[in-house]
């Protein structure tokens, strides 16, 4: 049965701790001066990004870019970025950023600097993330900063906050979309010289979604409106800041939870051999609490603690059949995990004898996995994570600078119990531990960066990784080792002309020791064989990005941006690469027709992915979308669009067809 949430039940307690700070701030009558909407003490960026170095390798995404281009989830404002591909796990309903071909595993979320990703097997549905809380996001490819700690194989993605920017403001926001949807905000804010408070909160559901008019039904799709596919997610979020002597000073407590639902549509391809699974997620909750601040230390010295505690409940229910109402069959069943993780870390920095920029960290995080089918045992699974990392930003001469950095991680399992036999059994301990050195050299001229840099990676395995018996049909493998990557780019972003900025850049990296399937390698008590996951697997990948922004008139910009992905498995070229295209392009018209009304038409290419290690493949296509922004008097806005203009039907994972053409249409009220 589908939950509700009207706003105006919602009685967390985090509220009444808002509220009370909140009357705090009211009684200063001091007004505070201009401030940012970035939420600082949430960004994570390489030693002197502020400086003619640059940080290189990250892009970033605004807040107001993702509304006006109506991306109301994370996943979708990631999209807009260059090198990153939507693509969807058909299997569970979720949506994920590629970054250069990096799966969430191995480019991890980040909230305001601290890891959300799920602890068992280190994969997040971005999708139920609202974009309403964000001031912008931040992708870092290959080269990115060690602060971030360990697990960042291709990259990271960190979605910062906003802070209030007046005394005070309101925003609300309503709207409607295609497939019965309909979405709500609300978020306001004080802001004084001595602090500031912030809350907000936001819904979104839809009964379904339908396909295009041009998909052919299948065996379990007809078309039309897509089974199961309805969802509902509600986020809600504050925090609370201390800003003492206004002179770097901070210190803030935050809470976000996220609690959604949702179905997972079956398999609508023409495979014979994919069963379909009935399957829906009767619960999807996470909750965060953190605290961070930031320390001034004489001239150039701070000190930046972060803490956090996290926690992850899931329930997944798997079905008889297509009604979603029985479970009798062997094959259904109901799953439920119950996680956390508790962790923080230490950063510190300081400029030394002028050309030096130093920035050390130190990390520990800690998650439990607890998972259990109804009527069976609860198996508890723990690892523990530390790790320290240092970078120097030092100024070689005016324009050129070195960039340097390394860490070093360690994880060890502090409990795992194989619940597989008829009595618990501990799994032998493991650990794997990793060095990771990286460089950058920066060559700043007029407008722009040239850069190049080499960096070393890695990834552990996850609990599923190593524990996991993949529903019979696998054997564990607690030793595994981590991922190595090694990667190396070129690279020039900046103007070009007056009016006309660019980025190109060549990249290549090295995968050894990956973590692949192998089959056959023992017999179940049927005669069944079993398959494991082994370090077998290296492989590569290489491209190209390159693009333009470039100002036609005061009025009237354009630009686009351009991925090559080459992706090869060398040790086993039979075993295909999957949900990357080869090709991917996006292209927009950002047209002020007048001082309010702002049209932006987008186009979109992505070549054919595989969607299977056999081969199966999703087909390219093009898709083509239509955004409006207008802004109303006395504070009101509006924002409509229509996504898939031509009601392309087209995948991104094979088998599981994406909306057809669809609306959406929002009106917010600010002060």
Do not use: C
């Amino acid at each position: 049965m589908k939950r509700k949430y009207p706003i105006s039940n919602i009685q967390y307690p985090i509220f009444k701790f808002l509220m009370l700070g909140l009357a705090l701030l009211l009684g200063e009558s001091v007004l505070a001066q201009e401030a940012s909407p970035v939420f600082t003490l949430g960004e994570v960026l390489v030693v002197g990004t502020e400086d003619a170095a640059g940080d290189g390798a990250a892009e970033r995404v605004t807040g107001a870019q993702a509304e006006q281009r109506g991306r109301a989830n994370v996943a979708d404002a990631a999209a807009l970025a260059p090198g990153v591909t939507l693509t969807r796990i058909g299997g569970r309903n979720e949506a994920a950023a590629y970054v250069r071909g990096f799966d969430t595993r191995q480019v991890p979320l980040f909230i305001d600097g601290i890891p959300v990703y799920v602890p068992y097997d280190g994969n997040v549905d971005m999708g139920r993330f609202d974009t309403f809380d964000m001031s912008e996001l931040s992708i870092s490819k290959g080269y990115s900063p060690v602060i971030y700690g360990p697990n960042t194989l291709g990259g990271a993605i960190n979605v910062v906050s906003l802070r209030p920017t007046q005394p005070e403001e309101f925003m609300v926001r309503a709207g409607a979309f295609s497939g019965e949807g309909y979405s709500s905000a609300l978020r306001g804010g004080l802001l004084r010289d001595e602090g500031y408070a912030q809350a907000g909160v936001s819904y979104r559901a839809r009964d379904h979604f339908r396909v295009s008019d041009d998909f052919e039904a299948t065996k379990n799709e007809d078309g039309g409106r897509r089974e199961n596919s309805d969802s509902q997610d509600l986020q809600v979020s504050a925090k609370m800041a201390w800003t003492p002597g206004g002179q770097g000073d901070e210190l803030a407590v935050g809470f976000v939870r996220q609690d959604s639902e949702k179905g997972v549509p079956v398999y609508a391809g023409t495979d014979t051999n994919t069963m379909p699974r009935y399957w829906r997620y009767t619960e999807w909750i996470k909750n965060s609490v953190y605290a961070v601040g930031n320390k001034t230390l004489g001239q150039t010295g701070y000190v930046k603690p972060r803490f956090y505690y996290d926690t992850y409940e899931n329930t997944l229910k798997a079905y008889d059949d297509a009604t979603y109402s029985t479970q009798t069959k062997k094959s259904s069943w109901t799953s439920i995990y119950d996680d956390y993780t508790v962790g923080g870390s230490v950063e510190g920095g300081a400029t030394v004898a002028e050309r030096h920029q130093l920035r050390g960290a130190a990390h520990y995080k800690q998650d439990v996995h607890r998972e259990h089918n109804v009527g069976s045992r609860t198996s508890t699974y723990k690892d523990e994570t530390v790790a320290v990392g240092a970078e120097d930003r030092i100024a070689l001469v005016e324009k050129l600078a070195l960039a340097v950095g390394a860490d070093f991680a360690a994880r060890n399992s502090l409990e795992a119990e194989d619940v597989s036999g008829k009595a618990p059994v501990r799994f032998d301990d493991n650990d794997n531990q990793a060095v990771n050195p990286q460089a950058g050299l920066f060559y700043a001229v007029t407008g722009g960066t040239f850069r190049a840099t080499v960096a070393r990676k890695t990834r552990f395995p996850t609990l599923k990784d190593r524990y996991s018996y993949r529903l019979g049909k696998a054997l564990a493998n607690p030793g595994l080792d981590p991922e190595v990557a090694m990667h190396y780019e070129v690279g020039y972003e900046g103007r070009i002309v007056d009016g006309l900025d660019g980025h190109l850049s060549g990249f290549y990296s090295r995968l050894d020791d990956t973590i692949q399937q192998v089959d056959r390698v023992a017999q179940d008590e049927e005669g069944a064989w079993l398959y494991q996951l082994q370090n077998v697997g290296e492989s590569e990948s290489g491209g190209v990005e390159a693009g333009l922004a470039w100002i036609l008139l005061p009025e009237l910009k354009t630009g686009f941006d351009y991925m090559y992905l080459h992706r090869e498995n060398l040790s086993h070229p039979e075993i295909k690469l999957t949900d990357s295209p080869e090709h991917s392009l996006k292209m927009y018209v950002e047209w002020e027709v007048f001082s309010r009304l702002t049209l932006v038409p987008n186009l979109e290419y992505n070549s054919s992915r595989y969607s299977s290690s056999i081969g199966t493949k999703a087909d390219g296509f093009w898709l083509g979308n239509l955004d409006a922004q207008v802004a109303l008097p006395r504070g009101f806005g509006l924002n409509a669009g229509i996504r898939n203009v031509l009601d392309e039907d087209y995948e991104l994972n094979e088998g599981y067809p994406e909306e057809g053409r669809n609306y959406y249409v929002s009106v917010q009220y600010r002060f």
